[in-house]
């Protein structure tokens, strides 16, 4: 099965799915999520499949969103967020109906920080950090204000969207972003061992769990009609220039 932007394996019972722009540093671009959005509709009509896993090539989960061209970011995040679409690889991943973890081998930057919460779990190599750093360059992070407060408190998610600070795997794992962390040579080894354990329960019950637990997960429509209007911004396009051009930016007060 060939893709541009992803790579994807089946090991035994275990879907893997990994981001594969190398020279973007994996950056999330509109045709990748495309590709994950038809790689999620693969695994989950594919009975043999009872786990799904996210990663990323080499030793970087991504660097977030890919805004080398607007229109098309703009696109990407309307279609993430359409909670109305049956396309949107955003809502696919998140309603999974299988158990999903995200094997974290490296930095995890602004959406590529989001698409790991996506997951129902993440797993994190000890060289991986995590930074949900759109503000800093004048955008935001959509999915990260709808779930971020539920993962770690209100006050530590506007900490870390406000500040766009970069925080290493063990402080991840000691605020409740991340579930473990390991070496970075065991990390796959660690993501199939929670595979173990959790092949032992039923598939049927672990569904119904997640759903549950998941519920309420709403406010995708109001996050992307925010990140349309913040894209098209005076903050927006200076945000991009900052960082093109190596410098902090200027931001206009409002």
Known sequence: MNFENILYEKRED???VRFNRPKMKNAISLELTE?????????AEDSDVRFLVLTGHDKIFSSGADFSNPEKAITMIRQEFDAGSGSSPVIKLINFPKPTIAA????ALGHGAEYAIMCDMIIASDTADF???GPIRGVTCPYAMIRLADEVGRAKAKELIMTCERIPAEEALRIGLVNQVVPHDELMDAVFAMIAKLRKAGPIATRYSKEVINRGLGGYEISARIFEEIITSKDAFEG?????EKREPVWELQ
Not at 35 to 43: N, S, Y
Not at 104 to 107: A, E, I, L, P
Not at 240 to 244: D, K, Q, T
């Open 131 to 133: 930074g949900f750093i």
């Open 240 to 244: 991009a220039m900052a960082f093109l």
């Open 35 to 43: 590709e994950v959005g038809k790689v999620l509709d693969i695994a």
């Open 104 to 107: 974290v081998n490296g930095y």
């Open 14 to 16: 275990t879907a893997i």
